[in-house]
């Protein structure tokens, strides 16, 4: 079991937005502004595109952002488009002894 | 241009030791923390080890502390894991990624490399 809980699939069609949340406690994810957001294609290795709970790096669309309200976090893609469909992963530093813990993981699927 | 390699990996017996390593490039690999992450078969990301830009921390995850150790060579621009007593569950691939902050990490990972597979059976 993670330590960090999102929800196994969302989906939408392609123009809709989406927001896969990340609900973790106060040790982490409420705790810290240490949030990132990971997009990962099979087979392929993970891609940051949300860091520090909202900022983007360079090179990912604006239409991928990130909140973060008490122990929940979430990532929002507006304007769905086919190449977002994508497995989506969060995580956070933790006060705890294991200092990053990560979510299970939300596949996303764009109908 | 920026880039991490992975080697080592391999197929080994439980109980046995296994060291990979991460070739750097195009970036001052000496300013950056780096990290260790791994994805067993068809399951999801777990974060293993963070050492410091010069080696001056390093913090494990419970599932291998006291077995895996991390390391790097900041005049090779490489990073290390020694792995000792594998277990079935280690089995993995395993990612090195550069934090996306210099010096102090804020354990957000940047750059990542292709990974390489470590399968631990008898």
């Known amino acids: 079991q993670s330590a960090l809980t999102q929800p196994a699939s969302v989906s939408g069609s392609p123009g809709q937005s989406i927001t896969i949340s990340c609900t973790g406690t106060?040790?982490?994810?409420?705790?810290?502004?240490?949030v990132s957001w990971y997009q990962q294609h099979p087979g392929k290795a993970p891609k940051l595109m949300i860091y520090?709970?909202?900022n983007r790096p360079s090179g990912v669309p604006d239409r991928f952002s990130g909140s973060k309200s008490g122990n929940t976090a979430s990532l929002t893609i507006s304007g769905l488009q086919a190449e977002d469909e994508a497995d989506y992963y969060c995580?956070?530093?933790?006060?705890?002894?294991?200092?990053?813990?990560f979510g299970g993981g939300t596949k996303l699927t764009v109908l | 241009q920026v880039q991490l390699v992975e080697s080592g990996g391999g197929v080994v017996q439980p109980g046995r030791s296994l060291r990979l390593s991460c070739a750097a490039s195009?970036?001052?690999?000496?300013?950056?923390?780096m990290h260790w992450v791994r994805q067993a078969p068809g399951k999801g990301l777990e974060w293993v080890a963070v050492i410091w830009y010069d080696g001056s921390n390093k913090y494990y995850a419970d599932s291998v502390k006291g077995r895996f150790t991390i390391s790097r060579d900041n005049s090779k621009n490489t990073l290390y894991l020694q792995m000792n007593s594998l277990r079935a569950e280690d089995t993995a691939v395993y990612y090195c990624?550069?934090?996306?902050?210099?010096?102090?990490?804020?354990?957000?990972?940047?750059?990542w490399g292709q990974g390489t597979m470590v399968t631990v059976s008898s």
């Open positions: 520090e709970v909202s």
């Open positions: 106060s040790s982490d994810v409420g705790g810290y502004n240490y």
């Open positions: 990624a550069r934090d996306q902050e210099v010096l102090s990490p804020v354990y957000a990972f940047d750059i």
């Open positions: 195009g970036f001052t690999f000496s300013s950056y923390g």
């Open positions: 995580s956070s530093y933790t006060s705890s002894s294991s200092h990053v813990v």
